[in-house]
């Protein structure tokens, strides 16, 4: 039983660490406890719950997360203090033995989180939160094992006015030698097609025109519904009033040739992916037990570029990992500069307990790490500015998103041009829409190309 009064007048503060997928559910918690009767504290106050949504994706992200939490407990003296996230399910115990926690929910559970709160303070005095402090070591954790974690907590988000970001997958089957992703977040799973159509239907009735699909390994999707990804994006294709889509990431080998011919002739799908290429030396990749090799990955990105050819194309690296010796280094390099892509997302390789790419002997050390980072990181500035440069002159739709008054706007062309409207210009009428412009030259600090109204 829930006992809901326990909530009301409550107040409570939301830190998120790491990728879109846990801004999306610290979303979904906050709107939760909204209807729950909990209001969101200022800044100013000491909130009655802290929330931390924890990241574990580099050894720095742990160190970064154990820092927010101590924070947040000093911050808000005797809060009820929740940590979740891939953190949280890797090390349940550790964290609750961290002075002022009071709840570690692991990734199975957070999907329960009213239920453990309100068991949590069955057990306690609940007039008495906010008011005594959880002494180390008291904290309850509540974890399973990865292979037990099945539930799938449901997220549609609003990051601003304009853009909703959608949980269409969780977990991973991969496991590729250097990531803890699988340990913390559990198998791939997900939810109906039709589930995912009505939140996007909501998302439209609420205003929003743009959604990203977000997950762990969105193109495994349908391994619960017996499913496929290219049947979710058509039926997302059809949702009115959604005037663009954009799927935050998908693996090489999980691209259909279909999904690309599709997305070229689709409503409302943009021409723009994000695709984690993670090393460009096939060496390298086999250490990765990554499922393609280079050809593999050209050939899905000639195909997109041959059915779309102003499309945008991101691509994840790393670098400095395991067996990254430097002649696999610059056939990575080499091969990254040959392809028509449009930006590098560039991360330094991380050691993280439990995987098996610490198996592998060669070590690539921290100071070469930066300068490999480096080297890639210029190369994406020259691809992304030659990109941008091809476009001025020309006419684009761009999403305009809203800005404060006497402040230039910003917004996204279909193919993710990030364009500025003057603050000469900027109304609040363009605020969530869509406005035809024309692509001038690059604004001051060259993020942007400038719009002129037409
Ligand atoms: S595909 Fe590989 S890198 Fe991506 S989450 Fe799964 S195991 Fe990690």
Not at 150 to 163: H, P
Request: with cysteine; glycine share 6%.
């Amino acid at each position: 039983m829930i006992d809901t009064a326990a909530f009301q007048g409550k107040t409570a503060k939301f830190y998120t660490l790491g990728c879109k997928l846990n801004f999306s559910e610290t979303s979904t918690f906050a709107r939760t406890l909204y209807n729950m009767g909990v209001r969101e504290a200022k800044k100013s106050e000491s909130a009655d719950i802290c929330l931390i949504n924890t990241c574990s994706v580099t050894e720095v992200a742990d160190h970064k997360c154990r820092q927010i939490i101590h924070r947040m407990v000093r911050q808000n003296p005797g809060a009820f203090v929740i940590v979740t996230g891939c953190y949280a399910q890797l090390e349940s115990e550790t964290i609750a033995k961290i002075e002022g926690v009071d709840l570690v929910l692991g990734s199975n559970e957070k999907a329960d989180l009213i239920q453990y709160l309100s068991d949590a303070w069955n057990k306690t005095d609940v007039d008495s939160i906010g008011d005594n402090p959880t002494e180390e070591g008291k904290g309850q954790y509540h974890s399973v094992k990865t292979k037990d974690i099945k539930s799938f907590q449901a997220s549609c988000s609003r990051g601003n006015r304009t853009r909703y970001f959608l949980k269409v997958q969780d977990g991973c089957n991969y496991f590729c030698t250097y990531c803890t992703i699988p340990y913390a977040r559990g198998f791939s799973r997900n939810p109906s097609i039709a589930s995912l159509v009505q939140q996007a239907e909501e998302a439209a009735k609420e205003g929003g025109k743009e959604i990203v699909l977000t997950g762990v390994n969105i193109g495994d999707f349908g391994e619960t519904t017996g499913e496929r990804f290219l049947d979710l994006v058509k039926a997302l294709d059809k949702v009115e009033g959604i005037e663009r889509f954009r799927i935050s990431s998908l693996e090489p080998d999980l691209i259909d040739d279909d999904l690309i011919e599709y997305c070229a002739q689709s409503r409302a799908f943009m021409p723009h992916f994000h695709i984690p290429l993670q090393s460009g030396s096939d060496e390298v990749l086999k250490l990765m037990h990554r499922r393609y090799d280079t050809k593999l990955f050209a050939h899905k990105i000639n195909l997109i570029k041959e059915k779309m050819p102003d499309a945008f194309i991101g691509v994840d690296v790393m670098v400095g990992s395991r067996g990254e010796r430097p002649e696999y280094f610059e056939d990575c390099y080499n091969f990254l500069a040959s392809l028509p892509v449009t930006q590098l997302h560039v991360f330094p390789y991380s050691e993280r307990p439990g995987t098996s790419a610490l198996s592998i002997p060669y070590v690539v050390d921290n100071r070469e790490k930066k300068h490999r980072a480096h080297k890639l990181l210029k190369l994406s500035d020259e691809k992304t500015h030659a990109f941008y440069a091809a476009h001025i002159g020309q006419e684009a739709d761009v999403l305009f998103e809203k800005a404060a008054r006497g402040k230039a706007m910003h917004g996204f062309t279909d193919n993710y041009i990030r364009v500025e409207l003057s603050p000469s210009q900027a109304k609040e009428e363009y605020d969530n829409q869509i406005i035809r412009v024309r692509l001038g030259g690059f604004n001051y600090d060259q993020s942007s190309l400038k719009a002129e109204l037409l």
